[in-house]
């Protein structure tokens, strides 16, 4: 394969993620709704470290666990950050954590 086709299916590859990052967003979304909707706090550190095992032990490389945690919490701060800001701008009163 020549570069110019490895950057193509990169790209490719790069749209997909976008695509479904903005899923995951708009699904982080719904999940705040209803915490808010059942008086559950937002943040639930219990639940963000189940994720980051879960996929540490599926992963099969070439990224190693450590890029899998530092991509993935990334991914997770920034659900947290738009899941306070709909809450906020539904009115809610968000608590962030320490």
Do not use: W
Request: aromatic share 2%.
């Amino acid at each position: 394969m020549k570069i110019e086709d490895l950057r193509i299916e990169i790209d490719a590859i790069d749209d997909e993620l976008l695509r479904l990052l903005n899923r995951r967003a708009q699904l982080a979304i719904e999940v705040g709704t209803l915490k808010l909707a059942a008086g559950l706090p937002l943040y639930d550190p219990d639940r963000e470290q189940r994720i980051l095992t879960r996929l540490c032990h599926t992963n099969t490389g070439p990224l190693d666990h450590q890029a899998i945690t530092k991509l993935f919490e990334r991914i997770i701060q920034e659900a947290r950050r738009i899941e306070s800001h709909a809450a906020e701008v539904a009115g809610a009163t968000v608590i962030r954590e320490v």
